[in-house]
């Protein structure tokens, strides 16, 4: 049985989720095609957020981590002639462990997926202890990092009592065959599919509801501390986005390129988290600590940026269909989350000019170095917003309003320009044409006198009315100059 | 399939492939290593043409300098049409450039310390240079003017893009690419410290991919070797060279970093066919690509392998056979 999920349009990206009896669904993006040289290939299960720290530690057992384990290096080495390069990713939906092989092993890879699941230590054993040990130590000089992951999450990374229990406990309710994923990015031949449903993939795993304890993760304040080893800022900010995958990454790279023109940070990372937020953290001076504070809403200035923004959307669109292993956060978290993954190379330029709020709260960190940083002595100085292009339609009853009109065309009028703005009617029949005529010429000496609009910037043009056009329509547009 | 068939042993080496963007890097030497300051100043006035920015903003080009051992490189990624639009508006800032250097605008560049510290404290480039407008033009002049930059592209490399690169790395000055010295050694041996191991390949023979394939696996085992066994030093930064590879190693551990490295080199080595997969994956990944596409085009290598290489044993043991190493170490 498969769900077929995909579109059919241009370039419209979709997976196909085929389920197997006992064994973990395989997801496919078609679109992807198979004839790259390398294939990445990610198992994944879901979890809840409290238990991503508990997910990495389990994903370090599932990728064969502890090489003082004899199984666990012969597996290694078996990966290593298979030409598999490994990655773990671990967020609060889900954790996966990642490889990356050459186009003709993907069967060969996931027999070696479901040969680690099988080798899973179902007892407590050194490997857990000393897994348990490189993940605590894996934090050792990132102290600031791991107080800010703590401080967003509302809880210890490690739960305070980690035994082995709760590890068998998770590996029991989260890793159960037919509660994992199994991620290819591309498609997969008919034959292939065959052999890995072939597969074995026996493992004495019993499905258990509710053994671990729930930890809530309360939502997150927005913190400001002061910390004077954070020269010159850090923030860790979950940042609102947008709710469709494809204006997300429209989102993120309008972000990107507006923060890296104004006030480049430092360092940054900018991960998708769940359905509408991105995780950002980075390291600032005063100038991009104080571009964040102020940034409401993000929307295209002019038609240049929003080019800019286009561009930059395509390149990472490429580069994200080129090489998914480097972007699991894309191509693992809406599997995980159930949802469509829809995207597309090109959006309409209404897109950018629309725009979108921009809401980030979570931990701001800084010193008073901050405010005497001197690049934010003087704030860049702002840019003016630019005028819309009048385009109004008045439909009655009554007169229009001229004065809105002549308001917003002395806020967009810069002489010289070439093209002046029209006052439009529209009839039906040829016998209104005089009367709307002189309609309009009344209207345009109102203008001109009473709210002082130059003769040569109004001009007056009668057009037949348009199929479901109101029939008593007056309009009043102006053009870019 | 993918048709890798570039355009190599030239100035411009271009490896296509499918991926819908490209990859490009446009690199010259250092003469003895000395006049990063200088490279830095010119490649930042040229690229701080107004025009030339303009272009790589709206048209989604991202680029950034960066020294690699003797190397300057300019590298970056862009799609076809937007590397396409950059490079016409470049030809144009070439031209401009010594009318801006005339007019003092272009400023002198500052160097970021922790990127470059190592490459210049190795090649004695720390004492300051001449950055007077006649020192900057002669550069500009022997590089940018008279085809002493080459080229890589790797990526989508439609037929005018092409075209249009083999005009910006035109080729010229043929004796500047000459496989560089090793660094000069400092007499004093490293003390405990931020340093640098620098261990270096130098091809006896032609290279080749046989060749490619056994050194990277040598060099892969030592880089496992001192990360997860050690766990002394995981930094590392590959620079190739016409005849060989240089591997420059970030360490606190200088000294313990070096003796390691000298144990492990000093083991008999056999290369196997086995590793082959893993050196292809190694190819291919992202984080390569560039790096893959500049090796095989200072080694001359006209493809780079669609699908798993097939070397015996036998090939890969005589292709072992062809090099020298040489390990030095620096303390930053």
């Not at chain 1, 671990?212 to 080893?229: G, K, M, R």
């Not at chain 1, 947008?242 to 990372?269: C, G, M, V």
């Not at chain 2, 048709?3 to 991926?19: G, K, V």
């Not at chain 2, 002493?148 to 010229?172: D, M, N, S, W, Y």
């Amino acid at each position: 049985m498969g769900t077929a999920l995909w579109g059919l349009l241009g370039l419209i990206y979709g997976q196909v989720i085929e389920l197997q009896s006992g064994k973990p669904r395989l997801v496919t993006f078609p679109e992807l095609g198979s004839k790259r040289p390398l294939l990445w290939v990610a198992l994944a299960w879901r979890h809840p957020p409290a238990y991503q720290e508990l997910g990495r530690i389990v994903a370090f057992l599932v990728a064969q981590e502890d090489t003082l384990n004899p199984s666990s290096a012969a597996l290694r080495r078996q990966l290593g002639n298979l030409g598999g390069h490994l990655s773990l990713w671990s967020m609060p939906e889900g954790a996966a462990v990642c490889l990356t092989v050459p186009r003709r092993a993907a069967v060969e890879a996931v027999s070696w997926l479901y040969a680690a699941l099988r080798a899973l230590p179902l007892q407590d054993s050194l490997a857990w202890q000393r897994l348990r040990q490189r993940a605590a130590k894996a934090w050792t000089g990132f102290a600031l990092k791991q107080e800010v992951e703590w401080l967003l999450r509302g809880s210890p990374l490690l739960p305070p009592s980690l035994a082995w229990p709760q590890a068998l406990a998770y590996i029991q309710r989260y890793l159960a065959p037919e509660s994992l994923y199994v991620i290819f990015g591309g498609s997969l031949s008919f034959r292939e599919k065959f052999q890995i449903g072939r597969l074995p993939l026996k493992i004495p795993l019993k499905p258990v509801s509710d053994s671990l304890p729930s930890l809530a993760v309360p939502p997150i304040p927005d913190t400001l501390i002061q910390n004077l080893w954070a020269y010159p800022g850090y923030v860790g900010l979950l940042v609102e986005g947008p709710l469709n995958w494809k204006e997300r990454l429209a989102f993120r790279e309008a972000f990107l390129s507006r923060w890296q023109r104004e006030a480049p940070p430092l360092q940054w990372s900018l991960h998708l988290r769940d359905r509408t937020h991105l995780l950002l953290q980075a390291r600032l001076d005063g100038r991009s600590y104080a571009f964040l504070r102020r940034l409401s809403t993000l929307t295209a200035q002019d038609s240049l940026e929003a080019q800019a923004w286009q561009a930059a959307f395509e390149l990472f669109f490429r580069k994200v269909c080129a090489h998914p292993e480097e972007y699991p956060d894309l191509w693992i978290t809406p599997v995980l989350m159930g949802d469509t993954l829809r995207l597309m190379d090109t959006l309409p330029a209404q897109v950018w000019r629309n725009g979108w709020p921009f809401r980030a709260r979570g931990v701001w960190i800084g010193n008073e170095t901050l405010a005497l940083d001197t690049l934010v002595s003087t704030p860049p100085p702002a840019r003016p917003p630019a005028a819309a292009v009048p385009d109004f339609l008045w439909t009655g009853p009554g007169l229009p309003p001229l004065g809105e009109w002549a308001a917003a065309f002395r806020l967009f009028w810069k002489p010289p320009c070439r093209r002046p703005c029209e006052l439009s009617a529209y009839y039906r029949t040829v016998r209104e044409r005089k009367r709307l005529t002189e309609y309009l010429h009344q209207l345009r000496l109102e203008l001109i006198r009473t709210h002082q609009i130059p003769p040569e910037a109004l001009e007056i043009y009668l057009r037949p009315l348009p199929v479901g056009f109101p029939p008593k329509a007056i309009r009043f547009r102006c053009f870019r100059c | 399939m993918f048709s890798l068939l570039s355009l190599w042993a030239q100035a411009l080496c271009a490896y296509t492939q499918e991926t819908g963007y490209v990859q490009w890097l446009l690199f010259h030497p250092l003469e003895h290593g000395h006049g990063e300051a200088v490279a830095r100043t010119v490649v930042e006035g040229l690229f701080g043409d107004s025009v030339l920015r303009q272009v790589a903003y709206t048209h989604g080009v991202r680029y950034r300098f960066q020294r690699r051992g003797q190397w300057v490189c300019l590298e970056g990624e862009a799609t076809p049409e937007g590397l396409f639009t950059l490079f016409h508006v470049l030809r144009g800032a070439i031209q401009r450039f010594p009318q801006r250097l005339q007019q003092n605008a272009i400023p002198i560049a500052e160097s970021p310390p922790e990127l470059n510290r190592g490459f210049q404290i190795a090649y004695e480039d720390t004492l300051p240079v001449d950055l007077s407008p006649l020192a900057l033009t002669q550069y500009f002049t022997r590089y940018w003017q008279a085809g002493g930059v080459r080229g890589v592209l790797r990526g989508k490399i439609p037929t005018p893009l092409l075209h249009l690169a083999q005009e910006i790395a035109a080729g010229g000055v043929s004796e500047l690419y000459w496989p560089p010295q090793p660094p000069p050694a400092l007499s004093s041996p490293a003390h405990q410290g931020p340093g640098v191991v620098y261990i270096r390949w130098q091809l006896s023979g032609s290279p080749s991919l046989a060749v490619w394939a056994a050194l990277w696996q040598q060099a892969d085992a030592l880089l496992h070797y001192l990360c997860a066994e050690r766990q002394i030093a995981c930094q590392a930064q590959w620079v190739p060279f016409m005849k060989g590879v240089e591997l420059w190693i970030e360490t606190g551990l200088p000294y313990a970093t070096q003796q390691a490295a000298q144990d492990f080199l000093s083991r008999p080595f056999c290369p196997s066919p086995q590793r082959l997969p893993a050196f292809f994956t190694w190819l291919h990944r992202a984080e390569n690509f560039l790096l893959a596409g500049w090796w095989a085009c200072l080694w001359q290598i006209p493809q780079l392998p669609t699908a798993i290489p097939t070397l015996s044993a036998k090939e890969l043991q005589r292709a072992a056979r062809g090099w020298q190493l040489i390990i030095h170490t620096w303390n930053l």
